[in-house]
């Protein structure tokens, strides 16, 4: 049928020839089909046997002489179709001439997909966490925790003598020298208590540290002993 052909000049003939050999582009299959004819030139003219591509296929049309699978993160449904779907975000299809929407699988625990047509999930990067499936955006660690490591689930507290005040951060700040903190998931320096007299402390410290015998600290917030 003519439908079956894209005419870009000259008259719509219901029949396979529809150009001369001299203007090849001036004729040919529609859009998600192929020419199955494998010698199309005949006494100076241009025959089409256009077909549908088969479902997970594709093609631009013209003179196309066979159908392309759709790429990795994309499907097709349906036979001719002028282009494949793509995997919505939050899925990945990693193979070539999927047939369905049920070929894009669910990124897993610890990755995400932000866009549409995707042939992998990406990590969720250090500061972050993705803790479910299907996920189309990472979520940046709360105030008070971290994650150093990609692919995470889940962000740590800040551990003891440390704070973070900030989101989305792959590390905790340390308590200064001359301070500590028993606290967990820390979110403030508040928390970072000045030494008393007769202690003292280095960086990130849990707890301050009693002057030995034979020393002594009479001011607070020192770093060491006298």
Do not use: H, W
């Amino acid at each position: 049928q003519v439908s079956n052909y894209k005419i870009a000049q000259g008259p719509q003939l219901p029949i396979d020839c529809v150009g001369p050999v001299n203007e090849p582009t001036s004729c040919g299959c529609m859009p998600g089909y192929e020419n199955k004819l494998n010698d199309d030139s005949f006494d100076g003219l241009f025959y089409f046997n256009c077909a549908k591509c088969d479902e997970g296929s594709t093609s631009s049309g013209g003179d196309s002489r066979e159908c392309q699978p759709c790429p990795p993160g994309e499907y097709g449904d349906e036979a001719g179709l002028e282009a494949c779907e793509p995997c919505r975000r939050g899925t990945f299809n990693g193979n070539a001439g999927a047939t369905s929407n049920t070929n894009c699988t669910a990124c897993p625990k610890g990755s995400y997909a932000p866009a549409k047509g995707s042939a992998k999930c990406q990590s969720c990067p250090p500061g972050s966490s993705c803790n479910s499936t299907g996920m189309e955006s990472y979520d940046k660690c709360p105030i008070g925790t971290y994650q150093s490591s990609e692919s995470r689930t889940k962000c740590d507290e800040c551990p003891r003598g440390s704070y973070q005040n900030k989101t989305g951060q792959a590390s905790c700040e340390l308590c200064p020298a001359g301070t500590c903190s028993e606290a967990y998931g820390s979110s403030s320096n508040g928390v970072c208590a000045l030494c008393g007299k007769g202690k003292s402390s280095q960086v990130g410290a849990s707890v301050c540290t009693s002057c030995p015998k034979g020393s002594f600290q009479d001011s607070a917030g020192q770093t060491k002993c006298k």
